[in-house]
């Protein structure tokens, strides 16, 4: 964001003289008297530039930030590390003031840095086709079921308890003004539930869907619960941890129709939760049905590779009654950062990351079991997060934490009763073994 905005009086008077106006009253003719506030704003007294730069630092210090404090927070979101080539590829000004690239003969560059983004999603999930524009993981889930329930012509959703909270919160939101009903089906021992599952799919139903790492961060099996899905006639929707599929298989080669999940562990910094993206990926059947841009290749007259916008079934380009979503923002600038992170982490970098992420996350636990005040809640394999029930309050726990500049866990409690006073502990690649360490003595002493 810029820091410095130009704007002088005389330049603002040629920009109303230019649009036929002589003052900004005259600009808000048409807001009623009544909707205005009719007084001055509430703010404080004017302050220098030197004065606001200070002030502002003071107010960000009261933050706790990942550049000064260790963070075990995931829940959804995690702490990895962004190679500094992003930043730099990212405020190039050709990718970053572009919007969409409507004329393909102006916008090669963007359109390829898209396609490039949807073949290496396609290579990673195992899928046909990716699309570019979902807003974040939780949409991408929603879309996905809404495409599910277009594709097979039914209206029941099956999705597991162990999915993300919030995502089955939008879920929820989607289908009650999109006209498809949405079950939870349970989970045992931290991984769904199949003979729930299998009691509650039916003729009706048009997709289950599953997590894989679930919430619990808990590897899941995709092939039990498709069989169970495709048996109905149902698709099988997978939610996945990108970084998850540098080690494990292909959601695609486990039976998955569609694949989804949150972008930013591949680039993009946490952000108080945005701006992210969704990837959104699946079969080659459903991709008429697919929402969002897909940019394709293509020969131009002189038989040269060129890039396009293609199938646009959005919105903004067919009638409203015949399009397939309403998403349109684009969110070709994040897609842009997990397309340069793929290409310098390459397969074995990707790879890398995911093992210690996965080891690291496995010492953590085991340190954490080993004080005594932690207990293992769920006895199955986890990738980079796990789940400990704590001999204490976990909002006092976090809390003496950070007087040690340790972001600790989230409190799983608030998401499920059942699970009080029970800590879910991300570990991600930037973790040290020192760290670690930390964390377990501080907790102790706590």
């Known amino acids: 964001m810029s820091r410095y905005i130009p704007g002088t009086h005389t330049q603002r008077q040629a920009m109303l003289h230019d649009i036929g106006l002589d003052s900004m009253e005259a600009l808000f003719a048409s807001v ?27 107010i960000a210090a009261t933050n706790a930030n ?17 190679p500094a080539v992003i930043g730099h590829l990212l405020q190039r000004q050709e990718f970053y003031t572009a919007y969409t690239p409507y004329q393909a003969e102006l916008s090669q560059g963007s359109l390829q840095a898209i396609f490039e983004y949807q073949s290496m999603i396609c290579m990673l999930t195992g899928m046909d086709v990716a699309n570019a524009s979902m807003y974040d993981g939780a949409s991408a889930l929603a879309e996905a079921a809404m495409m599910a329930c277009r594709a097979v012509s039914k209206n029941e959703i099956l999705v597991a308890h162990s999915v993300h909270p919030e995502y089955r919160e939008v879920l929820k939101t989607y289908g009650r003004f999109n006209g498809f009903d949405v079950t939870e089906y349970r989970y045992a ?21 599953v997590q894989t790492p679930n919430f619990f961060g808990i590897i899941e099996d995709l092939r039990e619960a498709a069989a169970v899905a495709h048996r109905k006639g149902a698709l099988l929707i997978a939610s996945c941890d990108p970084l998850s599929l540098g080690i494990l298989a292909c959601p695609g080669d486990m039976g998955a129709d569609i694949v989804v999940g949150e972008g930013q562990p591949l680039g993009l910094p946490l952000s108080y939760g945005g701006p992210h993206f969704g990837f959104f990926a699946s079969k080659d059947a459903l991709l008429r049905k697919m ?52 290409t310098v982490m390459g397969k074995q970098g990707l790879g890398d990351v995911a093992c210690q992420c996965l080891c690291k996350a496995h010492y953590a636990y085991e340190k ?53 006073n029970t800590w879910l502990v991300a570990v991600t690649e930037k973790r040290t073994k020192a760290q670690i360490d930390q964390l377990a003595e501080k907790a102790v002493a706590v």
């Open 32 to 58: 009623p008297q009544s909707v205005r506030l009719n007084r001055a704003l509430d703010l404080p007294e004017a302050m220098s530039e030197m004065e606001a730069a200070a002030h502002l630092r003071s």
């Open 66 to 82: 990942t550049e000064e404090n260790i963070c075990f927070l995931g829940a959804g979101v995690y702490d990895h590390y962004i």
């Open 189 to 209: 021992d931290g991984v769904i539930d199949l003979a729930d599952l299998e009691d509650n799919v039916s003729d009706d139903t048009a997709a289950v869907i």
């Open 291 to 342: 929402p969002g841009r897909i940019v394709g290749q293509t020969l131009d007259t002189k038989g040269r590779r060129g890039f396009v916008l293609t199938i646009q079934a959005r919105e903004q380009h067919i009638r409203r009654e015949k399009a397939t979503s309403n998403i349109c923002t684009n969110q070709a600038l994040c897609a842009l950062a997990a397309t340069v992170y793929l």
């Open 368 to 420: 954490l079991v080993e004080t005594g005040l932690f207990s293992p809640v769920f006895q199955k394999p986890f990738f980079k997060e796990f789940a400990l029930k704590y001999k204490g309050n976990i909002k006092k726990l976090n809390k003496r934490l950070l007087e040690h500049r340790i972001i600790g866990g989230a409190d799983l409690g608030q998401y499920y009763p059942e699970l009080e």
